[in-house]
């Protein structure tokens, strides 16, 4: 069975760092895009991040939100994609959610991992 | 950047036809995709492109694309099917994803 699964949620203190990932099995890693989705409590889901496939040449596109403050990479060795958190904000509280792509598109969202929390609190 | 609209929350009678929408200019150039999330659940998806489904989704949901505008169908609604759905798609401007503000399916 195709799964991805999130780590690395935690309670950190606004500024600081913090670095999720996401593990996959069941299907060749390398050959798909991985994103990140986070979802507040109560609200919707917020598109975060992705990272294409080596044969798109590992293409990262971020949410205006995050983008300078976050980074996607991936390590297909490991079958693991990784968030990485800098100068973090009350507003990035949310569960995050990695989802592997299919059907040829980084929009089709084929697979989601159970979500990881991340609470940015003092 | 687009936006996705999506009407917030909407209710069918057991068993009938429901149709939930979502507009958005980047509809017009990218298909987008449905996902279902039931509370304390993970996001599933339930339809892509112009309207496939992903192995595991009851045929009872088919989905459309007019224009700007992006429908799911749920034909014969079911107590399951209670839940809050979400389109997706790329950004017009941009190679960004952006997602729907999400509807609250009622199955009375």
């Known amino acids: 069975d195709v799964q991805v699964v999130e780590s690395g949620g935690n309670l950190v203190q606004p500024g600081r760092s913090l670095t999720l990932s996401c593990v996959g099995s069941?299907?060749?890693?390398?050959?798909?895009?991985v994103s990140w989705v986070r979802q507040a409590a109560g609200k919707g889901l917020e598109w975060v991040a992705y990272?294409?496939?080596?044969?798109?040449?590992?293409?990262?596109e971020y949410a205006a939100s995050v983008k300078d403050r976050f980074s996607i990479s991936r390590d297909d060795s490991k079958k693991t994609a990784y968030l990485h958190m800098n100068d973090v904000k009350g507003d990035d509280t949310a569960v995050y959610f990695c989802?592997?792509?299919?059907?040829?598109?980084?929009?089709?969202?084929?697979?989601w991992g159970p979500g990881t929390l991340v609470t940015v609190s003092s | 950047s687009s936006e996705l609209t999506q009407d917030p929350t909407v209710s069918v009678a057991l068993g009938q036809t429901v149709t939930i929408t979502c507009r958005g200019d980047?509809?017009?150039?990218?298909?987008g995709s449905w996902y279902q999330q039931r509370p304390g659940q993970a996001p599933i998806l339930v339809m892509y492109?112009?309207?496939k489904r992903p192995s595991g989704v009851p045929d009872r949901f088919s989905g459309s694309f007019s224009e700007d505008t992006a429908s799911l169908t749920i034909t014969g609604a079911q107590a399951e099917d209670e839940a809050d759905y979400y389109c997706?798609?790329?950004?017009?401007?941009?190679?960004?994803?952006?997602f729907g503000g999400g509807t609250k399916l009622t199955v009375l």
């Open positions: 069941g299907f060749t890693f390398g050959d798909y895009d």
């Open positions: 989802a592997r792509s299919g059907g040829g598109s980084p929009v089709y969202l084929f697979h």
């Open positions: 990272i294409r496939s080596q044969p798109y040449g590992a293409r990262t």
């Open positions: 492109s112009k309207n």
């Open positions: 997706n798609s790329r950004d017009s401007g941009s190679d960004q994803l952006i």
């Open positions: 980047s509809l017009k150039n990218f298909y």
